[in-house]
């Protein structure tokens, strides 16, 4: 899962300083394995660099100073161009395509297409392993079933989602 | 949207709309297919797929919207007409229970052509040459409750192909069969389908079945939405 661009479409839904931003990934990503803050600093850092956040502002406090970050331009065109591209149909993809539901809903973009632009690019390698079983021999055939049983999988999902949408929705933007 | 006319489209529906009761099942669905292209429709259970199937083949009317094939307007035909087209263009694969029990495997395979007046002999000759292709040949003289369903269905794609149609509608075609068979069918079905020039009209759930389309459309909410262009 890409962090900087989970980051990047959290901070789309509002400006956080990076404690508030780890626990939003914590709590709606991260059950299995929860962002150091090490991880945040340096994806921020990086993101300032490219100009894809700013600081909206500083607080001063007992400790160290605390940096409000806030998505700029370029950055909400960045997670629009990852929201959008298909991912590589690969087995256990579903965390990236979770976070990516999730995102496209909490920032009002059309999740329902990025489902569906995710189904049409599954099926497309899936026919083409079915061409490809159909020309090979017996290990090509066991290859490519292992493949595409992995990839139903991921289309049921999909399409469970889709059906699923609106109650996710209500839920994500509670 | 294009015209159905104007893209040569063998077989196309515009605008299709249908309820039953209250319940509306197509609402504004499109959809195009060419000569020897295999099309899959997918979408949820109730989402229209297989009254949009039904439509296509003349079987239901549409409350509105037109269905054409080749330079014929299904959607104003008489019930009759309809019926004629679908005995001399069209083949049928459903799930289970389409051949007659009382008949042997080749004479239900040879029984679209007797209705079109095909002389016996040559109907039944017919009928083997496509059980052998569809490789039952050695169950020509069983009858229907004899043969496994992977046979079954074989003998069905044979009865559906046996007529030369320009369109094949498949409803679920390995529903009732284990994953080997399923995919062995679906093979036979697309090779004789591509080498006949015949159109298929795939209606699936499963997405493995739908790989051996050259594109899918998905019905949601009575609108069919072609996948092609997608992503």
């Known amino acids: 899962m890409s962090i900087s661009h989970t980051l990047l479409g959290l901070l789309e839904s509002g400006p956080r300083h990076g404690y508030d931003l780890k626990r939003a990934f914590d709590e709606r990503f991260g059950h299995d394995r929860p962002l150091h803050y090490g991880q945040v600093y340096s994806t921020m850092s990086r993101l300032l660099k490219n100009g894809l956040i700013e600081v909206d502002g500083v607080e001063a406090g007992g400790g160290p100073e605390r940096k409000r970050y806030a998505i700029t331009d370029a950055g909400v065109t960045d997670v629009a161009e990852w929201l959008a591209r298909p991912e590589k149909p690969e087995p256990y993809l579903q965390s990236v395509l979770y976070t990516k539901v999730v995102l496209a809903l909490l920032t009002e973009r059309d999740a329902a297409e990025l489902l569906d632009t995710q189904r049409a690019e599954h099926l497309r390698l899936m026919r083409d392993l079915t061409r490809r079983k159909k020309d090979g021999d017996l290990a090509d055939q066991l290859i490519c079933d292992h493949a595409l049983f992995h990839l139903e999988a991921d289309l049921r999902w999909l399409e469970l989602t889709a059906a699923r949408l609106d109650k996710l929705a209500k839920e994500v933007r509670r | ?231």
């Open chain 2, 1 to 231: 949207m294009t015209t159905p006319t104007a893209t040569g489209a063998l077989l196309s529906a515009h605008d299709l709309h249908k309820t039953y009761g209250s319940t509306p099942a197509l609402a504004g669905a499109d959809f195009q297919i060419h000569a020897g292209e295999v099309v899959a429709v997918m979408g949820p259970s109730g989402s229209g797929k297989s009254t949009l199937l039904h439509c296509l083949a003349g079987i239901v009317p549409p409350d509105s919207g037109t269905v054409r094939y080749k330079d014929r307007d299904l959607s104003a035909m008489a019930d009759a007409g309809r019926s004629a087209l679908r005995r001399s263009e069209f083949g049928f694969v459903f799930q289970f229970g389409q051949l007659v029990p009382e008949l042997t495997c080749t004479e239900n395979v040879a029984l679209p052509l007797r209705l079109v007046g095909v002389h016996r002999k040559e109907a039944n000759a017919r009928a083997r040459e496509w059980l052998e292709r569809l490789e039952v040949d050695d169950v020509h003289d069983h009858r229907p409750g004899q043969v496994s369903g992977g046979q079954g269905q074989r003998v069905a794609i044979a009865r559906a192909l046996v007529g030369n149609p320009g369109v094949i509608f498949a409803d679920e075609p390995t529903g009732a069969l284990d994953s080997l068979n399923g995919e062995r069918v679906m093979e036979l079905l697309t090779d004789a389908a591509r080498d006949t020039r015949a159109a298929v009209v795939l209606v699936t759930h499963e997405s493995r079945v739908a790989a051996y389309s050259d594109r899918e459309v998905v019905v949601r909410d009575g609108k069919a939405r072609d996948m092609a262009g997608v992503g």
